[in-house]
């Protein structure tokens, strides 16, 4: 079975400073996804970025980039310039090539971050 | 990419009754989930929404309180039944299309049970 783990509950950063949200998965598979959501008070889930696990380069989008790590299964996400807008809950996801059944969609327990005027 | 509609957006109801949630995709999907979201929690799935056929759940949930319907590759249900203040959650639909290789996440339903 797959798990996604999210050490940091919560954290906080001073805006326009950096931050880093960390995330470890355990699977046996080698053809995957990786996410991470935003999930603002609204509670739209909202995709920040994903992962190919066959990619080698790190996704990158915008002021959000990752750092993957295959080889540790560790997925962290690292938001430079942190504005207000980025005060929300964010979910480490897993996701399995597509399948006709069943869940293949595995989030982690989520970190509440807070960015501090 | 695929665009999510549910209904009702939020609600409060009376222990023992029953709620259907809508959820209404713009597109056809292969997959329709249906997840729950416990206050301060992650998401857990409820059950796979099969078109044509009766929803495959996950361990912990059955089909006798959560009914669930997916006449077509566009719409869905999702009933909470006989509920309970231990139902408060939000209630999230989510699908997948076999084309893409990313979950979309609808707006989500706040239920709150008194």
């Known amino acids: 079975a797959q798990t996604v783990t999210q050490s940091q509950p919560e954290m906080s950063v001073q805006e326009a400073e950096t931050v880093t949200l960390s995330c470890t998965y355990d699977t046996s598979e080698n053809n995957y996804y990786l996410f991470w959501y935003k999930q603002p008070p609204s509670r739209q889930m909202i995709l920040v970025i994903r992962?190919?696990?066959?990619?080698?380069q790190n996704a990158t989008e915008n002021r959000f980039s990752v750092n993957f790590q295959k080889a540790a299964k560790s997925f962290s996400l690292k938001i430079s310039d942190s504005q207000l807008g980025d005060t929300a809950m964010y979910f480490c996801a897993f996701m399995k090539p597509f399948m006709n059944t069943g869940n293949q969609f595995y989030f982690g327990t989520g970190t509440s971050l807070t960015v501090i005027p | 990419s695929a665009v999510i509609s549910q209904k009702p957006s939020r609600d409060i109801c009376q222990r023992g009754t029953s709620l259907t949630i809508q959820c209404q995709v713009d597109s056809q999907v292969t997959m329709m989930f249906w997840y729950r979201q416990q206050p301060g929690q992650s998401l857990t799935l409820i059950a796979t929404a099969n078109q044509g056929s009766e929803a495959t759940y996950e361990s912990g949930f059955v089909i006798d309180k959560f009914p669930i319907s997916r006449p077509n590759l566009t719409f869905s249900t999702l009933t909470v039944s006989n509920m309970s203040p231990e139902d408060s959650s939000i209630y999230l639909c989510s699908v997948r299309d076999r084309a893409e290789d990313e979950q979309y996440f609808g707006p989500g339903t706040r239920l709150t049970v008194t």
């Open positions: 992962q190919e696990a066959y990619k080698q």
